[in-house]
């Protein structure tokens, strides 16, 4: 039996091309859109006889746990779905630019010279993430729906209204959703209410509030069967100050920093505590210590300090990001920096980094240059030219696919509500594989000459970023992508196109691999010098063998690594769940230090959010998780 997809016969044309040769047919495979992904029985068949993680199109460890009717809804036609994404690309590529540069463009990403992330029928024609405020929930409710809701009026309705927003937007966003201020005004409902975070009866108040919004958060209700990717920024002082400086509530008045102090730390505590019936992190939402620092790299708030590494030491909760100017951390990487928006868009909308995203990531093939240049002029030439696809790829995906779906109102929050607009919106170049770029020059990373050859190809993709941003009047900026199936799938393709030469089985989504042999004061350092350079953000994993068991002992190491000029960094455990059920951490150990049974899963973070190894995809689970280093 046959079924007709309808495209455009040239498009057609291409595909056929890839299919006909048994390498662009490998080539497909990776991709998700090879003829044997887009057949809806044999991805049913499949999705009952092999592990999830394996046949599916979308290899992402928060889809990929559990069979379920929703999640296998998605999966069986993901491929014919991600098939359809790629034919809008195409389409309005040929549109703007003719038939030839689109076939170019859709060419270059099935080969792997770049990579465009979220290229399903549905992700495709969403923006990526978003760091919004709640403040539109105080003033408006939710004037949309079936059941719209006016302003809330208590805390509890405010959170119920947050909570459903989250629920909105994950559906509307491919990645994460960020309530950038939700603690900050929830901390107003809750003052007016006489709640006092200091008294045991209302501090049991406020804590089944975050019951509520984090049982939710972890809800797999999500297309695809995943739960909502969620962060909750915590603020230290400074950053209270200075970010809420001319912030105002509906009745006028201004942020009580002592008082929002006292609510995240109610919230920080809570999370460091981790599920009570496994002891094992929250997954979502991820949560994120924003602080302050001087230009020495010390914090402002050395008490804000103090607490994080308090409350960290148990299970590694933390994501910390350390500033110096309106950058506010709203992923498991991405930054959202707000003095660089005001700059390259029309208006200055956002409250010191809220009501800003991204709408795409398409990431550059940093080893592949690196295979291919003859010499370091012809890998600058080669730069430039992937640079400028990228460039074209995401103002495609801007101007031509996501203004038609805002103006269509398949957007509702862009219109008609008018909440957001596109120019709130970065478009991002990821990047990924500096070490294994290093390599295959012949300059290791560890070598000076390959230090310094990173930060040279760092500040020239930045260079060219805010050069796209002048010349397109749209905000571009750069990211060290987090990678988790990107990473695999174009080393893989690089195995095709290079054989021996790429001996790699996945590229690394940080500077450092975590998979090579380097003590963590180097990676520190190494990083630190690195981070300045990307402006879109990216993380630091500090795998650690053991419970860090004193506070002093997680602030020292927090103060080194932001003296060393890290910015954004998680101190990250390995927990191990062994066959009786008892939590412990063990890196990549096989025993249970408890009981002596062997480890039936791990749980550590694949990204930025905590997840099961054994969910991983099959490179990540079977190759590189049991090569992590753990310090």
């Not at 309106?326 to 009501?355: I, L, Q, T």
């Not at 290791?444 to 230090?451: A, I, N, R, Y």
Request: overall charge neutral; proline content about 4%.
């Amino acid at each position: 039996m046959n079924f007709t997809l309808t495209f455009d016969p040239k498009f057609d044309a291409l595909y056929k091309k890839f299919v006909k040769d048994p390498q662009g047919r490998e080539m497909l495979a990776l991709e998700g859109i090879s003829p044997e992904k887009i057949d809806v029985g044999k991805m049913s068949h499949d999705y009952f006889t092999m592990r999830l993680a394996d046949t599916s199109v979308d290899q992402n460890a928060n889809a990929n746990e559990e069979l379920s009717a929703n999640n296998y809804q998605a999966e069986v036609v993901k491929g014919i779905l991600k098939l359809e994404g790629y034919y809008l690309l195409w389409r309005y590529s040929a549109k703007r630019f003719g038939v030839r540069k689109a076939n170019e463009m859709i060419s270059a990403i099935w080969r792997g010279d770049v990579y465009f992330h979220d290229a399903s029928g549905h992700g495709i024609q969403i923006p990526y993430c978003f760091a919004f405020s709640t403040q539109n929930l105080m003033l408006q409710g939710r004037p949309y729906g079936q059941l719209g809701s006016l302003p809330p009026k208590r805390s509890d309705s405010f959170v119920a209204q947050v909570t459903e927003t989250v629920m909105d937007l994950s559906q509307e966003f491919a990645g994460a959703v960020a309530p950038g201020d939700f603690l900050v005004n929830l901390a107003w409902y809750l003052q007016r209410e006489g709640v006092d975070p200091r008294k045991p009866r209302d501090r049991d108040y406020i804590v089944n509030l975050w019951q509520k919004f984090i049982h939710v958060a972890n809800n797999k209700f999500r297309t695809s069967g995943q739960s909502p990717f969620t962060n909750i920024s915590i603020f230290d002082r400074a950053n209270l100050e200075k970010l809420f400086a001319e912030y105002r509530y509906p009745d006028g008045s201004e942020v009580n920093v002592e008082y929002v102090m006292d609510v995240q730390k109610l919230f920080a505590e809570f999370i460091s505590k981790g599920v009570p019936t496994t002891d094992l992190p929250y997954r979502f939402p991820v949560m994120t210590a924003n602080m302050s620092v001087d230009e020495n790299r010390r914090p402002h708030d050395t008490d804000f300090l103090k607490f994080i590494s308090r409350v960290n030491a148990n299970l590694g909760c933390l994501n910390i990001y350390a500033n110096e100017g309106s950058k506010v951390a709203m992923c498991c990487r991405y930054v959202n920096d707000a003095d660089r928006m005001r700059e390259y868009r029309v208006d200055s909308f956002g409250n010191g980094g809220m009501n800003i995203g991204s709408h795409r990531v398409v990431t550059v093939n940093f080893p592949r240059i690196a295979l291919q240049a003859k010499d370091r002029k012809d890998f600058f030439r080669l730069l430039e030219k992937r640079l400028m696809l990228a460039r074209d790829l995401l103002l495609v995906h801007r101007e031509e696919i996501l203004r038609r779906r805002v103006e269509k109102g398949f957007l509702k929050f862009f219109k008609p509500l008018g909440w957001f607009t596109l120019d709130m919106l970065f478009s991002t170049i990821g990047i990924h594989g500096q070490y294994e770029m290093c390599h295959f020059l012949g300059m290791p990373m560890e070598s000076p000459e390959g230090q310094d050859f990173v930060e040279e190809v760092l500040m020239k993709t930045e260079e060219y970023a805010l050069a796209f941003s002048r010349e397109t009047g749209h905000s571009f900026n750069t990211e060290e992508i987090p990678g988790e199936s990107t990473a695999v799938a174009l080393a893989r393709k690089d195995q095709l196109l290079f054989g021996k030469q790429q001996p790699f089985e996945l590229y690394s989504n940080q500077y450092i691999p975590l998979i090579a042999d380097m003590g963590i004061m180097d990676r520190i350092n190494l990083t630190g010098r690195f981070m300045k350079h990307v402006s879109g953000g990216g993380i630091l994993h500090l795998n650690v063998q053991e419970r860090i068991q004193d506070a002093a002992t997680m602030e020292r190491l927090i103060q080194i690594a932001l003296t060393e000029g890290v910015e954004h960094f998680a101190i990250n455990y390995g927990f191990g769940v062994c066959e009786a059920g008892h939590t412990s951490i063990v890196g990549t150990g096989t025993t249970c230090p408890i009981c002596g049974a062997p480890i039936q899963d791990y749980l550590t973070r694949i990204i930025g959010y905590f997840t099961k190894v054994s969910s991983w995809n099959a490179t990540r689970k079977n190759y590189e998780y049991p090569k992590r280093k753990f310090n």
